[in-house]
């Protein structure tokens, strides 16, 4: 229906000055409110098609040079929501079919139309029209929504095969095109958890329901894992069409462990410096009382050495000693407020961590390559942050074999953060222990602390930088070490 007795503007393209007053009268008797603008020809509708907002138009089959149906084309080429009617005086089925296929609303022959065919007509092309543009709106905002949104989102079939796809799901699995994803199975690219089953047992067991579940990204037949949730449901009954949403929770997980581990961290240095206190306290006692033990038995005969007491003397001392030394470690590892920060050159700090480990290198016959040209500053403690890559390498040179071993260092830079990469063909850490491994006390390696990582993380934390860990067993392990750049 034509809402609110609204006018409408009306188009008539008559080239017959006749049959222009005989609609002109038909359609003033009509029931709606109208302005009607008269065009003799394909030119003179152009004209007013660029000067007034049209509402509507009625165009007669025969025009001279043109017909209605080019006068129509163009319409829906350049006013794509303008009905259109076409007027012939000729009852021809090949004539409505052509109409119909260039776009006209309607066809009428001119003396077989009554006022109220007429009247039908008109309000019916455009409800029409109106319906049309709301469908077309509501259609580009959301196609709008789902292209831009941040969400991977991917429609398939009933067999899993991917129908389309939005701009982040093809960054995800890094194409160029639609194209190059539509008509593969979901499962070419998506993989889960072993545990959970394959992607699509899971997507049909849980029809319109969230889960969280950590994905593998297939990418150039190169596995990549994100955690995300996984969102699955029908959009279509009929052709079984469904939507597959994974909501990347990566970063979130990944706060969420941080802040986790710094809170652990904070809790043990807080218990560190308690029992620090109360600990060397009674090792200075003992300390101090071995000394005086010592000039006391250094008087003394013993003529059976089995019967000397200095070895079990030296057995405390030493123990008592690495008592003290643990605790210091402790203490530093979880000490957070003892960063002093200058502006320094990047590749200062990471020759004099390579220097400190050379010898080790050299000795063990580990192939070693670095690819650090850089010119970056930042701020940074430049003795702590030595601290925490050293500990990286000296970790990385004990897990590879003698002469086999290889040592990669490199360095890349993005926008205003630099990328630190130490990676080794060692043993590789165990999937169960990568989630542990800056935990203070946690240690895989005979007679280690489990305060070396424990630093190095709480180090490059305070730097505002961050650390990964990427590793598998018998292939060997890599420290993503991601740092601001001075700009």
Known sequence: MIHDNKQLNLLVVEDDEDDFFLLESNLKATSFCKEIYWALNFDAAKKILAEKVIDIALIDYRLGAHTGIDVI?????????????????????????????????????????????LDRSVRYAVEKSRVLKSLKQSESKFKNLFENAIEYIFIVDSDFKVLDVNKSALKIVEKESKESLVGLSISDFLNVDPQAGSILELMRTNVS??????????????????????????????????????????????????????EKQALTGKTAQVIAHEIKNPLSNIQLSLGELKQILEVLDFPNP?????????????????????????LNATRFNTVNFEEVPLIEVLDEAIALVQDRITLKGIFFSKGIDTKVRINADKEKLGIALLNILVNAIEAVEEKSGRLILAVFEENDLVTISITDNGKGIPAENLSKLFEPF?????????????????????????IKVKSKENVGTSFIITLPIIQ
């Open 73 to 117: 084309s163009f319409i829906n080429i350049h006013f794509t929501f303008i009905p259109t009617i076409l007027l012939t005086g000729l009852k021809e089925a090949a004539i409505d079919e052509e109409a119909l296929r260039s776009g006209a609303f309607d066809y009428l022959v001119k003396d077989q139309y009554s006022i109220d065919i």
């Open 209 to 262: 329901d969230t889960v969280e579940v950590e994905i593998e990204i297939i990418v150039n037949n190169t596995p990549r894992k994100i955690n995300c949730m996984l969102h699955f449901s029908i959009i279509d009954e009929t052709s079984h069409t469904a939507q597959i949403v994974l909501y990347d929770i990566t970063e979130i997980k990944e706060k969420d462990l941080r802040d986790k581990l710094l």
């Open 306 to 330: 089995d019967e000397n007491p200095h070895v079990f003397i030296d057995i405390i001392d030493r123990n008592s000693k690495r008592i003290n030394n643990l605790i210091e470690d402790l």
């Open 442 to 466: 946690f240690t895989s390696k005979r007679g280690g602390s489990g305060l070396g990582l424990t630093a190095t993380y709480n180090i490059i934390t305070k730097h505002d930088g961050s």
